[in-house]
Antibody, heavy 111, light 113 residues
Framework: QVQLKESGPGLVQPSQTLSLTCTVS????????VHWVRQPPGKGLEWVGA???????DYNSALKSRLSISRDTSKSQVFLKMNSLQTEDTAIYFC?????WGQGVMVTVSS | DIVMTQTPSSQAVSAGEKVTMSCKSS????????????LAWYQQKPGQSPKLLIS???TRESGVPDRFIGSGSGTDFTLTISSVQAEDLAVYYC?????????FGSGTKLEIK
C-alpha cells in the first residue's frame, strides 16, 4: 500500500535553509505526483508545492522564490529545500500522494 | 485559486447524535469528462496526520466506518456522521484536488459533549 515518510532536522536557524526528504513506498514516483503540505502549530493546512510524475514542479506562489522540490526516482525519494527560513515557516511538514499522508515532521525555526 | 469555505468552525454533539458539516468551493469541482468531483474529506486527531475518509466527494475509504457519509456535487459538499462516537473527536478538513494549488477548508472541530 501507499506509504510516505518525512525526515529532516527539527530545528533550523532563521535565514538558514531547510532540507526535507520524503521516502515513498507502494508506488513509483514516475506514476504519480507527490505534494508537500504544511501546518503551523494549531492552524490549518497550506499547500507548499508538488512534483509531478513527469518530473515538473509546481509551487505555492507565496513561497516560490525560496522553494525547490526535486526527486531521486531510483531511491523513491522526494526532496524539499526552502531557503531564507523565518519563524513563520515553523510548521509540521507533510508529504502526500494518492490522498495518503506521511506522519509529518515538525520544523521549528528558532535561534 | 479555489477557495474552500467550511462551516461550522466547531460543533459540540453528544454521542449517538447525527452531525453534518459543510464545504463550499468557489468554483465547480466536477470534471465534465469523467463526471467526478475532486473533493476529499479528512479526519485529523491531535498529534496525527490527516486521515483520508472520503474521496471523489462520496467514496468512503476502505476501513472507514459507514457512519461517515460524503455527499454533494459541483460546489456544495457535506460530510455527515450518522451517529457520532467518542472516538470521532477530531478536526475535519475538506480538500479540493481539482487544481493546484491544492486548497483546504479551515476545518470543523468536532467536540463530544
Amino acid at each position: 500500500q501507499v506509504q510516505l515518510k518525512e525526515s529532516g532536522p527539527g530545528l533550523v536557524q532563521p535565514s538558514q535553509t531547510l532540507s526535507l526528504t520524503c521516502t515513498v513506498s507502494g508506488f513509483s514516483l514516475t506514476s504519480n505526483s507527490v505534494h508537500w503540505v504544511r501546518q503551523p502549530p494549531g492552524k490549518g493546512l497550506e499547500w507548499v508545492g508538488a512534483i509531478w510524475s513527469g518530473g515538473s514542479t509546481d509551487y505555492n506562489s507565496a513561497l516560490k522564490s525560496r522553494l525547490s522540490i526535486s526527486r531521486d526516482t531510483s531511491k523513491s525519494q522526494v526532496f524539499l529545500k526552502m531557503n531564507s527560513l523565518q519563524t513563520e515557516d515553523t510548521a509540521i511538514y507533510f508529504c502526500t500522494a494518492y490522498l495518503r499522508w506521511g506522519q509529518g515532521v515538525m520544523v521549528t525555526v528558532s535561534s | 485559486d479555489i477557495v474552500m469555505t467550511q462551516t461550522p468552525s466547531s460543533q459540540a454533539v453528544s454521542a449517538g447524535e447525527k452531525v453534518t458539516m459543510s464545504c463550499k468551493s468557489s468554483q465547480s469541482l466536477l470534471y465534465s469528462e469523467n463526471k467526478k468531483n475532486y473533493l476529499a474529506w479528512y479526519q485529523q486527531k491531535p498529534g496525527q496526520s490527516p486521515k483520508l475518509l472520503i474521496s471523489w466527494a462520496s467514496t468512503r475509504e476502505s476501513g472507514v466506518p459507514d457512519r461517515f457519509i460524503g455527499s454533494g456535487s459541483g460546489t456544495d459538499f457535506t460530510l455527515t456522521i450518522s451517529s457520532v462516537q467518542a472516538e470521532d473527536l477530531a478536526v475535519y478538513y475538506c480538500e479540493q484536488y481539482y487544481d493546484t494549488p491544492l486548497t483546504f477548508g479551515s476545518g470543523t472541530k468536532l467536540e463530544i459533549k
